[in-house]
């Protein structure tokens, strides 16, 4: 036999500028041989992997000696063979054996992309090759197939995977990650998103070490304290400088995304749905399709994998029909009145929101039922004309006449023990049959995974949508699932419940929006607790968090919007001192913030002095003229002198910028230097407005804008820009 770590067909899939290669050895095993920017020409990777020196006290393969799969780069690695490191899939046949050997068996291509049924997954364009690398274990009569497409403009790649069991015995899958890359070096940072409730998504940095890291939730929800993201990244990558490789997961369940550095500097990346009480039976002649995976491979540090994060999700994945759709100023009564408003008071507040040029009026939680406070009512969507003062349609007839369009709160996954529908139904929560499940915030989770719960939801929501003028909804979440527990299958496939859960939730948002196809949808989980590509293919926005103070959600934002739309990051000025930290900051600071996203209001108007309704006003009006470049410019980082402590960003389009810039603490005597900007086409030449002078763009990279000197704590400043 050659050597069986020869290469003997090598793919190279590229985009513009990445390249993804994977290999099969002689021994027919698929191997990773090159995931970064796109080589100049066509390099062959033959002896990558004879070329390698062997590592010892590592089990042979195939009976030759020295043939160490452990130290190998695998594209799919399984467990039971001589890899003793983290598989991607396992999976156990009916003798209970978890032996699996996977080889490569054949490759197809397609000039599109797949869809994957039941999971919101990117679209493709004409731009988009498909190659699905089918694998098999012919004693298991398993079939698993990578499929993989390259977004060529986009400069993204996508995974998922396909398992089928072409045998006529059951198979359990046992985990069954959507991407796996082995590199061979450990010389990598690792980025996370991290946080809790009220300060989500905070950039974390650590650099790899040997054994596992990474982060995963166990929720039942992407969660508040990670995102299913992990990048590897050089030592020392910045905004604007450095190799990073990031990896995100279309999917708003369990997962874990994890790096493990092995005892000879390899690292394997892998990303997919949490094995952690997950199982899937499958039968015989049925597949399993795992959550799509979006690679990003940045070759200029973490502007460029933002950039092309943001471009990719507004253009496929997020729903054509709302995505570039202009986002409307939102006025939200929760931090105004939480629940206790009645019609007057809301018409009071919707007329202020209609004069300062508020243009979509969101009823937040309590509307329903008998709910004036957290404890009841949940899953009775039916309008308390009590407190409405009559219909739900009359008063948003009123708030139409005002000229806002009107949306409305809902959180349809929930129930509260006092409530009708938990009267009704009480097998309809998620619980098992011995222990009193768990309340948080007094409600229980409905059981997405029942087809009559989705029914249920379908059908009430539609008759809410259908018989009333509402265009937007806030789809909220407000706790995780505990008790984690389905009557829907039997005892010994209690693994797919988590799983089932979701694909339950996304038939329900897919039916919805497919019926309702102009429908704006809020995502929103207590904050900032789903916020990932999965809620994203659905939503127009999502709340980013439920800490509204503008210095808090400098971080928050920041670490959201280097994966998410920044159209999509719904963001409001609230009053002043701040309901979840106290801080106070001034009107133009929290504008400035709330514009790096979605821009909304969301305070007591009515509480309000004349001249701070006239500078909302006023700001609402400079919105709407920018509201093109803030929504869907390009969001670029900027560097500051102090990070931290200053912080700067720009939003840009191919004929205007707009930047701006807080200083969080000021400090004594110290000289303000200039802001310089990143990312300018480099012959351009931009008029700014406040400072009435025109600079050529490399000007503008190298020395930078004047800073004013901050006249106090949380000072902003902005620059608008004009391509001349
Ligand atoms: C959650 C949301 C808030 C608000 C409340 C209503 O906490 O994040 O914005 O909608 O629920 O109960």
Not at 291 to 320: C, K, W
Not at 332 to 349: G, H, I, R, V
Not at 353 to 369: T, Y
Not at 614 to 629: F, H
């Amino acid at each position: 036999m050659d050597n069986p770590r020869t290469i003997v067909q090598q793919f190279d899939l590229v985009t513009t500028r990445s390249q993804m290669t994977l290999g099969v050895m002689a021994s027919g095993h698929l191997v990773c041989l090159y995931l970064g920017p796109r080589l100049a020409s066509r390099a062959s990777f033959k002896n990558l992997l004879t070329d390698l020196n062997h590592a010892s006290y590592l089990a042979d393969t195939d009976g030759v000696h020295n043939f160490r799969l452990e130290q190998l780069p695998l594209a799919y690695p399984t467990f039971g063979n001589p890899d003793l490191r983290e598989p991607a899939l396992v999976v156990a046949d009916e003798t209970g054996s978890r032996i699996t050997d996977l080889r490569f068996d054949h490759l197809e291509t397609y000039p599109h992309k797949p869809a994957i049924t039941g999971l919101p997954s990117a679209r493709w364009d004409e731009q988009t090759r498909t190659w699905a690398f089918v694998l098999k274990d012919e004693r298991l009569h398993l079939q698993v197939t990578l499929v993989i497409s390259a977004d060529e403009d986009h400069d993204v790649f996508s995974q998922h995977v396909i398992c089928t069991n072409q045998g006529s015995h059951g198979l359990t899958i046992e985990r069954a990650f959507s991407f796996n890359w082995d590199f061979l070096s450990d010389q990598y940072q690792m980025l996370n998103l991290t946080g809790a409730w009220s300060r989500e998504n905070h950039l974390q940095w650590t650099p790899l070490k040997q054994g596992f890291q990474g982060v995963d939730s166990k929720r039942g929800a992407s969660g508040h304290g990670q995102n299913p993201f992990i990048a590897l990244a050089a030592p020392g990558t910045t905004w604007d400088h450095g190799q990073v490789i990031g990896v995100n997961l279309v999917y708003s369940g369990n997962f874990i995304a994890q790096a493990n550095v092995d005892m000879h500097q390899n690292t394997r990346l892998q990303i997919g749905i949490n094995p952690f009480n997950f199982s899937w039976q499958l039968n015989a002649h049925r597949t399993f399709k795992t959550p799509e995976a979006t690679i990003v491979i940045a070759e200029h540090g973490l502007n460029e994998l933002s950039a092309r994060y943001q471009r990719f999700y507004q253009d496929n994945l997020m729903r054509s029909a709302i995505a570039k759709t202009p986002r409307p100023v939102v006025i939200n009564n929760w931090e105004a009145t939480y629940f206790n408003f009645n019609k007057q008071s809301l018409l009071t507040l919707a007329k202020k929101a209609k004069q300062v040029g508020a243009e979509m009026f969101v009823l937040d939680d309590g509307w329903f039922g008998q709910r004036n406070n957290d404890t009841s009512s949940l899953g009775d969507w039916i309008p308390n004309t009590k407190k409405l003062g009559g219909s739900l349609t009359a008063l948003i007839k009123e708030i139409n006449q005002l000229g806002l369009h009107f949306g409305l709160w809902v959180e349809p996954e929930m129930v509260s023990p006092n409530s009708d529908l938990y009267r009704r139904h009480p097998n309809w929560i998620v619980a098992d049959e011995k222990h009193q499940p768990q309340l948080t915030r007094s409600q229980y989770v409905l059981d997405m995974s029942r087809s009559d719960v989705q029914d249920y939801l379908i059908d009430t929501l539609d008759t809410l949508l259908t018989e009333n003028n509402i265009e937007y909804l806030k789809w909220d979440m407000n706790r995780n699932i505990t008790d984690a527990y389905t009557q829907t299958v039997p005892p010994r496939r209690q693994g797919e419940f988590e799983h089932r859960y979701m694909l339950g939730l996304y038939s329900v948002l897919k039916a919805l929006v497919t019926k309702h196809s102009r429908l704006l949808i809020e995502g929103c989980a207590g904050g900032g607790g789903r916020f990932d590509a999965g809620m994203l293919a659905y939503c127009s926005a999502i709340w980013t968090s439920d800490d509204t103070d503008a210095i808090a959600r400098l971080p928050i934002q920041e670490g959201t919007g280097l994966l998410y739309p920044a159209a999509a990051m719904s963001a409001h000025v609230s009053a002043v001192p701040n309901e979840q930290i106290g801080r106070k900051t001034s009107l133009t600071t929290r504008r400035i913030v709330a514009e790096q996203g979605c821009l909304g209001y969301e305070l007591d108007l009515t509480k309000l002095t004349a001249a701070e309704l006239a500078a909302i006003q006023t700001q609402i009006a400079s919105y709407k003229k920018l509201r093109r470049i803030l929504q869907f410019g390009q969001l670029i980082r900027l560097p500051v002198a102090e990070p931290g402590n200053q912080w700067a960003w720009l939003k840009k389009t191919a004929d205007q910028i707009i930047v701006d810039r807080v200083t969080v603490l000021v400090q004594p005597n110290t000289v303000e230097k200039r802001q310089r900007l990143t990312g300018l086409p480099p012959n351009a030449l931009y008029f700014e407005q406040q400072t009435q002078r025109t600079y050529a763009a490399d000007f503008l990279m190298q020395v930078g804008l004047p800073v004013d000197r901050p006249t106090g704590d949380f000072f902003s400043q902005r620059w608008i820009l004009s391509r001349v």
